[in-house]
């Protein structure tokens, strides 16, 4: 285990991720009986939970965002009542630091170090990981298992309501990469579908569980170089990967530079492999360079494949530290709805930006993954005018829920009715925090009145950090888990 280093306070003072609502909470809490404004619907039964990063210690020198412990917080609505809860999820790097009562891992700020390169490994089960697997990022539900993942390693498996950390879920040792945060279920079949990627090798594996949550697939998939494949999107019959320009370099992180990079120079391209096929049989379509953290949608239209993604043209390097505190999304990183369309006889691309709002955290009616969907939501994410966006594709507009002076909101989960008559019949779930009164809540928005104020406001006892990606659990599946 590498020793640890003393903390340096200065920079911790200045760390924009360590400060405001992005401050880590250190208490665990149940909370019974939460204030609300307004009424929750009556047919709303079921759980939301979100995940995010909340270091338990200080950093021994860098931080960013993207490295807290995770931390799920989760709100339980049934017969008008809400309850609250919130516990880390205790991976195997938590443990250790919580044994030595201190940080024992670095940071990807931070140089990388050639010994312990060598004495770790990227994802081992016997030997200290390369990096921690912090479980912090998103949170997927299939086979009556809540799994919380991070793209670097096995997902942790979570027992419903109680949040708590069963361990790690790697399908009877039959997982033998590393798992994507953004897995894709096919609502028609029951599959799951997911990939990893390695920073040292230019390699992709792809798997599928099926319906029954067994692995029944993994293939291979070379690509040029390293690169960080964050989403992926999936059609009925095939699955698309980005192959985009953010690429990871060991050498020259332990020449002092940052090992991973935006470079557009390279260019970049979407892979189209039949969904059952190996990896040899994927088709290569060059793209504009520029990355997309997270896709919305794909979907077939006759010979194309479209794909609909939150796209920015740039990846600055201001992202990983926001000068000043500053936002993260900026001038510099402004990511907006963008749609491709490949046609799979030609290999023709066309390829356009659907408005110039500041758009991400994608998400869709899960109904639709794979199908042609009319609506989209995502947020403006730390903009000025925070908002949630619901994009009508049928007939090209966007409609608005700001959130307020002073309030920011996160990711927002589309939740069907029990028996929806359309596509965008139910609601909207997000956090939201207020700035200025430093208090959190859990709001309702009804899809279909979308510009209208939240049905309902969950006031929540204690502050929630901004976070990440979260899910909907409705009550009938918690009560029938395995």
């Known amino acids: 285990m590498a020793a640890t280093r003393p ?11 360590l400060q405001g609502n992005f401050a880590p909470v250190q208490e665990e809490v149940v909370a019974e009986n939460l204030k609300i404004i307004g009424k929750l619907p009556p047919d709303l039964d079921g759980m939301f ?22 931390m799920l917080h989760g709100v339980r609505i049934r017969e008008g009542a809400a309850s609250y809860r919130n516990r880390y999820i205790r991976t195997r790097g938590w443990q250790q630091e919580q044994s030595r009562g201190q940080s024992i891992y670095g940071s990807i700020l931070d140089p990388l170090d050639m010994r312990l390169i060598l004495r770790t490994s990227w994802n081992s089960l016997t030997r200290r990981d390369l990096m921690k697997n912090t479980g912090n990022t998103a949170l997927i539900y299939h086979d009556q298992k809540l799994l919380a993942l991070w793209e670097a390693g096995a997902p942790y498996e979570i027992e419903l309501p109680e949040l708590k950390t069963v361990g790690p879920y790697n399908y009877c040792g039959k997982l033998r990469h590393q798992f994507t945060a953004h897995p894709k279920i ?12 390695d920073p040292f090798k230019p390699i992709i594996c792809y798997s599928i569980a099926d319906g029954d949550g067994q692995l029944v697939s993994t293939t291979r998939i070379k690509v040029p170089r390293p690169v960080m494949m964050h989403d992926f999107a999936i059609t009925r019959r095939y699955t698309i990967f980005l192959d985009m320009p953010f690429t990871f370099n060991v050498m020259r992180g332990i020449r002092g530079q940052p090992a991973l990079k935006f470079e557009p120079e390279l260019g970049a391209r979407f892979g189209i492999l039949p969904r059952h096929g190996e990896g040899e049989a994927i088709k290569w379509f060059d793209v504009a360079a520029g ?12 010979d194309e494949v479209v794909i609909l993604a939150c796209r920015t043209d ?26 491709w369309r490949i046609n799979l006889k030609s290999g023709s691309v066309r390829e356009t930006a659907l408005d110039d709002i500041a758009s991400e955290f994608p998400k869709v009616n899960e109904q639709m993954i794979g199908a042609n969907m009319r609506y989209g ?14 994009y009508d594709f049928a007939k090209g507009t966007t ?13 927002g989960v589309f939740v069907s009715r029990p028996d ?38 969950i006031q929540i006892p204690v502050r929630v950090p901004y976070g990440f990606h979260g899910a909907w659990i409705p009550g009938k599946m918690m009560a029938t888990r395995k």
């Open 49 to 70: 939970v979100r995940n995010g990063p909340n270091p338990q210690f200080p950093p021994i020198r860098n931080y960013h965002w993207f490295e807290g412990d995770g």
């Open 377 to 390: 939501y995502t947020s403006t994410l730390m903009t000025s005018a925070n908002a949630l966006l619901k």
């Open 314 to 339: 740039a990846f600055p390097d201001s992202f990983f530290m926001p000068p000043n505190g500053g936002p993260i999304i900026g001038p510099e990183w402004t990511p907006v709805m963008y749609r």
């Open 186 to 197: 096919d609502p028609a079949t029951g599959e799951m579908l997911f990939f990893g990627y």
């Open 420 to 457: 929806p008559q359309t596509e965008d019949d139910g609601w909207v779930i997000t956090y939201v925090h207020d700035e200025q009164l430093n208090r959190s809540e859990l709001i309702i928005v009804a899809a279909r009145d979308f510009s209208a104020r939240p049905i309902a406001r």
């Open 291 to 302: 990355y997309a953290f997270h896709t919305l949608n794909a979907y077939e239209e006759g």
């Open 7 to 17: 903390i340096n306070e200065p920079t911790i003072a200045a760390n924009p991720f």
């Open 399 to 411: 409609d608005l829920h700001t959130h307020g002076p002073g309030r920011i909101g996160g990711e």
